[in-house]
Structures are given as C-alpha cells and as structure tokens.
C-alpha cells in the first residue's frame, strides 16, 4: 500500500514536472523577440568580454565620453551598445558587416577604421554570437525594431 501510495506521488509529480516544462517552452516560443540560445549567448559575452569591452565598456555602456562628439582628431569615439546608444538600429547583416570588414564614420577626418576589423581574428559564428550578446542589451522594442530590420534585407 505504502509502495502504491510512492509510486503514484512520484507519478503525479513528473505529471506536474512535464506540465510546467511544457508551460515555460510555450511562454519561449511565444516571445520571438528573445536573441538567441542562452549558449550563444554566453559565448558571444566572452567574445565581448576579449574583444570588445576595452572600447565599447565592460556592460556594453560605452566610455562614459560624449561619444557623439568628434575627438581632437575629428573622430567619433565608440558608442555604447546598449539601449542609450543607436546598434540596435542596424539589421543582422550591417553589424555582421561593420565587425568583420571595421567601420569609420564616413565624415571622420581621418582614413583609417576607428572600429577595427575583426575578420581575421573571429570566425563567422563567433561574430553572430557577440552580435546574438549585443541584443540582449537592448529594451523590447529595440529588439523588435532590429529584427524588422534584418528581415528588410
Ligand atoms: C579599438 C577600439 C574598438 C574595438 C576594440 C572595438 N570597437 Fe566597435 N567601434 C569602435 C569605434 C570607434 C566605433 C565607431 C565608428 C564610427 O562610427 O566612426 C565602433 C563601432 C562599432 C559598431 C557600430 C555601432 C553602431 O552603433 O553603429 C559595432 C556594431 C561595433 N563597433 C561592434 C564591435 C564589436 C562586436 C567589437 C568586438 C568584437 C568591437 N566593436 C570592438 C571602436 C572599437
């Protein structure tokens, strides 16, 4: 009897389990606006973390400069990735594009890429992932706005 009684608790309770795996997938699939696979992601904020943070800051918040403003050169510094700044505004394929070939603001003084170019240090996937990071500094209808974006193209 106490056997029974064992068994069906421990029936009922992977029910229970299986309910509420099934209930938090829903809630997922019903949120297009995430980026991608939480390993994705933890893999792009290394890359971040190597790459990236020493000129765009630790959290994605920039230097704390007025990065609006051109330097004594006449160059724009780097912006902040996060929701203060304007990344989100760029489909998938511009920021692939501007990490792996580097960026300048085409009215800087100077020829050279302020934004360095990554293509032979990253691989291609290693470029999504940190791009996969970056959208996770965004606000909901920054994410939404950059994937109508990306669908654009
Ligand atoms: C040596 C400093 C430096 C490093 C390192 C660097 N960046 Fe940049 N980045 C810049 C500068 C400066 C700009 C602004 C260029 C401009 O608009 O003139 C920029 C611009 C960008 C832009 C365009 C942003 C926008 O809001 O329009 C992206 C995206 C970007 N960087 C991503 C990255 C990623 C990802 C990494 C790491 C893999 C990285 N950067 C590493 C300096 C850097």
């Known amino acids: 009897m106490a056997k029974a009684l064992s068994l069906g608790t421990i029936a009922g309770a992977a029910v229970v389990l299986t309910t509420a795996l099934l209930g938090s997938g829903a809630t997922f699939a019903s949120a297009p606006q995430l980026p991608g696979p939480k390993s994705e992601v933890k893999r792009?904020?290394?890359?971040?973390?190597?790459?990236?943070?020493?000129?765009?800051?630790?959290?994605?918040?920039?230097?704390?400069?007025?990065?609006?403003?051109?330097?004594?050169?006449?160059?724009l510094p780097p912006p902040p990735h996060d929701d203060t700044g304007h990344t989100w505004r760029h489909s998938d394929e511009m920021l692939?594009?501007?990490?792996?070939?580097g960026w300048r603001d085409p009215f800087n003084k100077t020829e050279r890429l302020t934004m360095p170019a990554f293509e032979q240090i990253l691989e291609a996937k290693e470029i999504e992932a940190v791009v996969e990071y970056l959208k996770t500094l965004w606000n909901e209808d920054q994410r939404t706005y950059q994937r109508k974006q990306t669908k654009k193209e």
């Open 44 to 75: 792009g904020n290394a890359i971040y973390r190597n790459y990236c943070a020493a000129c765009h800051g630790p959290q994605g918040e920039g230097l704390g400069e007025n990065w609006k403003q051109r330097n004594t050169q006449g160059e």
């Open 96 to 101: 692939y594009r501007m990490i792996r070939e």
